[in-house]
């Protein structure tokens, strides 16, 4: 009997293991993949961050399989990026998130290369990386390769790259001091005058019964003079009537939440837009037909939501939640910090929120992935 039992389980096993995953079904992240369309003239620096990995069974999630830092001197009028060649703009590829941290200013970017579905790795194009990362002169770059699902991690190789600009710094117009104008003269307008009409009154007829009149004229009692009252005895009253105006406006302040900051969208390592969260309230969705549209045939309906929420220390936060696109659920929810960002299919939002004091990283935050 115990003999059955043990090969029906042995049985079960192999056959679980015929199954692939959703990672195994991408065959893994290549060493190196095809160069984009724009190509820069030059590569003025190139660093291996993180050599490739081949397609790995996970161990323990969520854990940094690989990390690795460098050095950078950025020089104005050049971008950094992160690629999976030296000597060209490739797409980069991480099964699943990578972590990317100046640790000369403190800001970092969060990359996830998961679908929206979860069900696969999406290959993404050279990931830019933004000016505010870098100080003048040398600035130090850290990453960390993280797999948080079952199944399987790999990676591409990645560089990072120093390329010339090409687009030429923006020089915000300065609008001209307004000049005063002239207040304008009121016209004067007589008041009509109206002429007065003349009104005739009723003479009494006289009554055939005679009117007798008292010989000695009644002289009404006086009264005895009641001293006015100050109001100055009431005058404390008169605030109360504004309590109901003010319980209306401070249970307003309490439930009326509404979205701070706002999103950088970029595509191919260009922005594409600036959109501002406080016209949509406290919630907003993201999608092909979202409230913050993302174009696409790979894009879901309605992919992502920012939802704003009282913070544990005070304040208003924005949680950036991933939705299954299916049925709407939750499927992962996370505070965002400024200078966070996700990425949705080919578009990597940023987040801007100038309010919030503290940074994504905490002090010693980044080195808590510990690899196994």
């Known amino acids: 009997m115990k003999k059955g039992i043990g090969l029906l389980l042995a049985g079960l096993a192999c056959l679980a293991g015929m199954l692939p995953s959703a990672h195994a079904q991408g065959g893994g992240c290549p060493a190196t993949l095809p160069a984009v369309a724009h190509q820069p003239d030059v590569i003025l620096e190139s660093v291996l961050l993180a050599p490739a990995n081949p397609e790995q069974a996970s161990t323990s999630i969520p854990r940094a399989f690989q990390q690795g830092s460098a050095v950078i001197n950025r020089q104005p009028g050049t971008q950094v990026f992160i690629s999976s060649s030296g000597d060209a703009l490739s797409g980069v590829c991480v099964d699943d998130v990578l972590e990317i941290r100046s640790a000369s200013t403190g800001q970092a970017v969060r ?10 790795i999406v290959h993404l194009d050279p990931i830019g990386l933004p000016g505010d990362m870098f100080v003048p002169g040398s600035t130090a770059i850290e990453i960390a390769l993280i797999d948080v ?41 007589p008041a009509p005058t109206s002429t007065p009409v003349a009104t005739r009154t009723p003479v009494p007829t006289p009554s055939s019964t005679p009117t007798l009149r008292a010989t000695a004229e009644a002289r009404p ?15 404390w ?16 302040s309490r439930n009326g939440l509404k979205l701070e900051g706002s999103l950088d969208i970029y595509q191919a390592g260009s922005l594409l837009k600036e959109v ?65 960002e996700e990425v949705i299919g080919t578009y990597r939002i940023k987040y801007t929120n100038y309010n919030q004091a503290d940074q994504m990283f905490d002090e010693g935050e980044f080195d808590a992935y510990q690899t196994n």
């Open 111 to 120: 990359v996830d290369f998961r679908s929206a579905d979860r069900e696969r």
């Open 276 to 340: 501002d969260l406080a016209p949509f309230g406290g919630a907003a969705t993201l999608g092909s037909e979202g409230d913050i549209p993302l174009p696409g045939d790979d894009i879901p309906p309605i992919v992502a939501r920012l939802r704003a929420q009282r913070a544990d220390r005070g304040g208003v936060e924005t949680v950036f939640e991933t939705l299954d696109p299916e049925t709407g659920q939750v499927l992962d929810s996370r505070p965002w910090q400024d200078g966070d």
């Open 237 to 252: 009253l008169a605030p109360l009537g504004l309590l109901p105006l003010l319980a209306f406006m401070l249970a307003r």
């Open 221 to 235: 009692t006086p009264s005895p003079e009641v001293p006015a009252r100050p109001l100055g005895g009431w005058a």
């Open 149 to 189: 699902a079952p199944g399987f991690y790999s990676n591409s190789n990645l560089y990072v790259v120093v390329v010339p600009s090409d687009q030429p710094p923006q020089v915000v117009p300065q609008a001209p001091a307004p000049r005063p104008t002239a207040l304008p003269v009121p016209t004067l307008t």
